[in-house]
């Protein structure tokens, strides 16, 4: 098994960019996620998914699209990226939507926006 | 809303040093609780977690954590820490019952100087 993978590491874009941030699992598993990890402020939540077509938002979805067409996939759309975007992104996945499962995460993306 | 505070953010020890990293919770109800670790170019890992049971759960690496109710705490300790400890360490919660939507701290950074 991979786990989680997220591609690409790295990313450098300019205001008002667009982009895709891909995250993929072979792990069957039914809760994706995504984060942002900022210094001094630990990993917020920006979306979810329970399940393929099944998307919701977390704390800080502004800025930020998903859709989850199938159970491994989970990309992360920035419409037009702004500085306040930069930052590390991470996905994560756990077998079941329910708070007793443990999540795994990918390796991130950092991201910078000039 | 529900917040997870991490007193200290950086953290200097020597090897063989003792390690407690505090980490406190707010929220009424019953949460699950997790410490991960972050080591340098790494992604997060699970280092243990608490459902219900013993308040004093045992995970990898030979770090435990007690889960103190009554203060809302559940500190991460190890009695001899390693140079190979440095990393981020970051406490979470999630509320039982609810979607598996992790609550962050803002992360400890500790460094062990050999």
């Known amino acids: 098994n991979a786990g989680v993978t997220q591609t690409p590491k790295f990313q450098v874009l300019k205001t008002g960019q667009s982009m895709t941030l891909q995250c993929a699992q072979d792990m069957n598993h039914e809760y994706m996620s995504w984060y942002r990890q900022d210094p001094g402020m630990g990993l917020r939540l920006i979306h979810y998914s329970v399940g393929a077509g099944i998307t919701d938002q977390g704390e800080v979805p502004n800025g930020y699209n998903v859709s989850r067409s199938t159970t491994e996939d989970f990309p992360l759309r920035l419409l037009s990226a702004a500085p306040s975007q930069t930052s590390v992104y991470f996905c994560?996945?756990?077998?079941?939507?329910?708070?007793?499962?443990?999540?795994?995460f990918g390796p991130g993306t950092r991201l910078t926006v000039l | 809303a529900q917040s997870v505070s991490q007193h200290n953010h950086h953290v200097i020890l020597s090897e063989a040093a003792s390690l407690e990293l505090g980490c406190n919770y707010s929220y009424g109800g019953t949460v699950n609780l997790f410490w991960y670790v972050q080591y340098p170019g790494q992604h997060l890992q699970l280092l243990l977690k608490?459902?219900?049971?013993?308040?004093l759960v045992k995970g990898i690496k030979g770090f435990e954590a007690e889960f103190i109710k009554s203060k809302f705490s559940f500190n991460l300790r190890k009695p001899s820490v390693q140079w190979s400890d440095t990393a981020e360490y970051f406490c979470a919660v999630v509320l039982s019952g609810g979607y598996n939507k992790l609550i962050f701290g803002a992360g400890t950074r500790l460094a062990v100087h050999p």
């Open positions: 608490y459902f219900s049971g013993d308040p």
């Open positions: 994560a996945s756990s077998l079941s939507r329910t708070a007793y499962n443990e999540q795994f």
